[in-house]
C-alpha cells in the first residue's frame, strides 16, 4: 500500500497549525511594536513643538503653567500686537494641540502638562499605550495615571 493514513494526515495538519499559530501571534506583537512607535513619535513631535511655542514667547512663557486633558479652547487673539504673550502662546497652544485631543487621536486619554519657571519650561505628556506599560512611570510635573506611557521634555536637559 501507498500512501498516508488518516492519524498522518492528521498529525500533519496539527503541525502545520502550530506553526501558523506562531507566525500570528509574531506578527500580532509586531503590528503592537509599530503602534507604539508611532505613539512615541507623534508624543516627541507634540512635545517639541509645545516647546518651541513657549521658546517662541520666551518673555510672557516664564511661570506658564497648563494641565491639558481635553481639546483646548481657541483664545480670541490670534495676532501679536492684539494680546499679551500669555494669549498668544495660549492661542499657539489651542491651534498645535487641537489634532491630539479629538476622539481618534494617536494618542488616546493624553494629558499634557507644561511647567515653566527659572530653569526654563518642562513638557510632560502622557498617553495610554497600545499594550499595558509593565512599569509605573513617575512625573515629577503632574499625576499619570496608571498604565500609561510618558515622555517628559525639559530645557536644557531634552526628553
Not at 506553526?19 to 513619535?41: D, H, N, T
Not at 501679536?80 to 497652544?93: E, I, K, N, T
Not at 491630539?100 to 495610554?128: M, T
Request: glycine share 8%.
Amino acid at each position: 500500500m501507498k500512501g498516508f493514513t488518516l492519524f498522518e494526515l492528521l498529525i500533519c495538519c496539527l503541525l502545520f497549525s502550530l506553526g501558523m499559530l506562531g507566525a500570528l501571534s509574531c506578527q500580532i506583537y509586531a503590528r503592537q511594536q509599530v503602534l507604539l512607535a508611532q505613539q512615541r513619535l507623534a508624543a516627541s513631535a507634540v512635545a517639541t513643538d509645545v516647546m518651541s511655542s513657549l521658546q517662541s514667547v520666551s518673555a510672557s512663557s516664564r511661570g506658564f503653567q497648563a494641565d491639558i486633558q481635553q481639546k483646548p479652547a481657541i483664545a480670541p487673539c490670534d495676532q501679536p500686537g492684539l494680546c499679551d504673550g500669555q494669549q498668544l502662546l495660549r492661542a499657539q497652544l489651542a491651534a498645535s494641540l487641537g489634532q491630539v485631543f479629538q476622539p481618534s487621536a494617536i494618542l488616546p486619554q493624553a494629558q499634557l502638562c507644561i511647567r515653566s519657571g527659572a530653569a526654563g519650561p518642562a513638557i510632560s505628556l502622557s498617553w495610554q499605550p497600545v499594550q499595558n506599560a509593565p512599569f509605573q512611570s513617575k512625573s515629577s510635573l503632574c499625576p499619570i495615571k496608571n498604565g500609561h506611557f510618558q515622555l517628559e521634555l525639559m530645557s536644557g536637559r531634552g526628553l
